[in-house]
């Protein structure tokens, strides 16, 4: 843990707001700090409350740097960026598709109620999403011993958003090479690799 946020956690102010908001089922509005004392509130909540915390930037521009300093305190396997594009320039053309995969991945924590800090801004918020039963419904479930259809297999990842591609590289992507099918799930560390006999999964490792 970072040292300052150790230091900040004995002041007696702060002790007040951690356990209000330990009391209490609602958001607690923070003015007239700085931008910096705001990061270290949001990592303080994270470690001395049992909740997901969601961190609204005015804009993604502020979101991914709320986001990279986060990452800095308390790291980033903690902190997701929730980002939708509020203007389609070239930039943003470039960084859409990642953008999707941290969206997936904040989406997937919240489901597994897997607490984090998701950092968002208002356009993000406003925009519709599928609802909880849909996504849930949307889940592929593998495991050893398991027959599949292989072509539906293939049908739904497309659905879901991954590429075919020539070998499994980024996130996102899955390649099919004779019995052995890869595929990099969003909000993993690894891809994984299935080895299939016939249409029955023989073995599911990560690589």
């Known amino acids: 843990m970072n040292k300052l946020i150790k230091f900040l956690h004995k002041q007696e102010k702060?002790?007040?707001?951690?356990?209000?908001?330990k009391q209490q089922n609602h958001g607690i509005y923070l003015y007239n700090s700085s931008i910096n004392m705001n990061y270290y509130m949001a990592s303080l909540d994270y470690y001395y409350n049992d909740q997901t915390?969601?961190?609204?930037?005015?804009?993604?521009?502020?979101?991914?740097?709320?986001?990279?300093?986060?990452?800095?305190?308390?790291?980033?396997?903690q902190v997701h960026l929730y980002v939708v594009d509020e203007l389609l320039s070239a930039e943003l053309v470039v960084t859409s598709l990642e953008f999707r995969h941290e969206r997936m991945s904040a989406l997937?924590?919240?489901l597994s109620q897997e607490?984090?800090?998701?950092?968002?801004?208002?356009?993000?918020?406003?925009?519709?999403?599928?609802?909880k039963d849909t996504m849930l419904n949307s889940v592929i479930n593998l495991e050893v011993n398991q027959e599949i259809q292989l072509e539906k297999l293939y049908r739904n990842l497309i659905k879901l958003g991954y590429k075919r591609t020539p070998s499994t590289i980024s996130v996102g992507d899955f390649s099919v090479r004779g019995g052995v099918i890869?595929?990099?799930?969003?909000?993993?560390?690894?891809?994984?690799?299935?080895?299939?006999f016939g249409e029955e999964i023989d073995q599911i490792k990560t690589f």
């Open 115 to 131: 607490k984090k800090i998701i950092v968002t801004h208002p356009y993000a918020l406003l925009k519709p999403i599928s609802s």
């Open 53 to 77: 915390i969601v961190y609204v930037a005015p804009n993604p521009y502020k979101a991914t740097q709320t986001y990279e300093h986060l990452c800095h305190l308390i790291g980033h396997e």
């Open 108 to 110: 997937k924590s919240v």
């Open 14 to 21: 702060i002790q007040s707001y951690l356990q209000a908001r």
């Open 182 to 196: 890869d595929i990099y799930p969003i909000g993993e560390k690894y891809p994984i690799r299935l080895d299939m």
